[in-house]
């Protein structure tokens, strides 16, 4: 798969991954599309040395982590009531480990759902929500006190804050002094997918890719301008003349990428026909187009 290809501009990064899981499922366009909406999840993860797979839970699509123990991480969103929101991106993430062997090693390492029971007590992680990196921190710090984080976790990975401090901090740019060995972890999330894209040949993958982008509800242009729109009151709260001109700066910015999207919202149908005109032309039958798996891996209740 493209993602783990040493062919990005900095093959070492690519080279330091995990590999990916060893299943027919890995080529499908489908667990593909599946895999992108969770890289935010694994990326960080297999930098880390942890081979990651996607599985559907009991209502909803989890990330399982494997450990070097035997044992495993189960990663997602609440498995009952079940969500409508799309994967990847729940009201909340819950994080538990276990093992297949003992069914008395189970604990819970994250859980920022929010409470549905009446008068239950919300655990501190719940003002993150839907939010990746303090789910990663708490991971880090409990694997690395059992002692089973395969790589060492970079220095840019912190453990969890203090209950005195901000839980998640923004990163600072790279080129402030002291901060230089920090990286960009949503720009490597895009380039995995560039780099996935530069790999296909098939049309069909590239339109499933091309699909995370222009989505108009949950696509990275749209995120993206939800970004600048932020950004943009942010600059405008501080009521100075350079805030209201950047904020307006900011403002231009969301709108462009919006109109981006509404001028390619027909991108991803033209590259998925591609595929079916240069089956005509070659005369050859698309192959069979597997769907999702039945649900095999059940995820334990929440703990309330």
Not at 32 to 57: K, M, N, S, V, Y
Not at 217 to 240: D, N
Request: proline fraction near 12%; charged fraction near 25%.
């Amino acid at each position: 798969m493209a993602a783990d290809q040493e062919s990005t501009p900095d093959a070492r990064r690519a080279a330091a991954l995990a590999p990916l899981p060893d299943h027919r499922n890995v080529d499908t366009p489908w667990w593909q599309e599946l895999w992108g909406r969770h890289a935010h999840i694994t990326t960080p993860l297999r930098e880390r040395g942890l081979e990651c797979d996607i599985e559907f839970g009991l209502s909803a699509y989890i990330v399982r982590v494997s450990l070097p123990d035997g044992s495993h991480l189960i990663i997602g969103p609440p498995q009952e009531p079940p969500s409508d929101r799309p994967p990847g991106s729940p009201e909340g993430w819950i994080a538990t480990r276990e093992h297949p062997d003992n069914p008395s090693l189970f604990e819970v390492l994250y859980d920022s759902a929010p409470s549905d029971a009446p008068g239950a007590p919300q655990r501190p992680e719940a003002r993150h929500g839907d939010s990746a990196q303090p789910l990663i921190e708490s991971i880090d710090h409990r694997l690395a006190q059992l002692g089973l984080l395969p790589t060492p976790s970079s220095p840019t990975a912190r453990t969890p804050a203090s209950a005195a401090e901000p839980a998640l901090r923004t990163p600072k740019p790279a080129d402030v002094p002291g901060n230089a060995d920090r990286t960009f972890v949503y720009g490597d999330v895009l380039l995995v997918l560039t780099d996935r894209l530069n790999a296909t040949e098939s049309p069909t993958d590239a339109a499933a890719m091309l699909h995370q982008i222009l989505d108009p509800t949950s696509g990275l242009l749209e995120r993206l301008g939800e970004f600048f729109e932020a950004a943009a009151e942010k600059a405008k709260e501080t009521e100075q003349d350079d805030g209201f001109d950047l904020h307006y700066d900011l403002q231009d910015a969301a709108a462009t990428l919006r109109s981006l999207g509404e001028d390619l919202h027909t991108a991803v149908d033209r590259m998925r026909a591609l595929a079916t005109r240069r089956t005509t032309r070659t005369g050859l039958p698309p192959g069979p187009s597997p769907g999702p798996p039945t649900a095999t891996t059940p995820m334990p209740g929440r703990t309330r």
